[in-house]
């Protein structure tokens, strides 16, 4: 469940910006499979991937944050 909200959070903002998945995934410097599992809720994102998420569509972790989390 906690992993969907991540996913969604991301995959929303990375839209909003305008980045494919393909383009995203190469930003932050992970594989395109490994973000479609993210975005899908499948796999976690650690700590480096949402910091450097973060980073690449210059907002502050907390907006990445699902708010249970906050």
């Given at each position: 469940m906690e992993t969907e909200?991540?996913?969604k959070r991301i995959?929303?903002?990375?839209?909003l910006k305008g980045y494919t998945q393909i383009s995203f995934a190469r930003a932050i410097g992970i594989s395109v499979s490994v973000?479609?599992?993210?975005e899908r809720g499948s796999r976690l994102p650690s700590e480096q991937v949402i910091n450097k998420a973060s980073i690449e569509l210059n907002i502050p972790v907390q907006e990445l944050t699902p708010k249970e989390y906050s």
């Open positions: 909200k991540w996913g995959r929303a903002y990375r839209k973000l479609g599992e993210i």
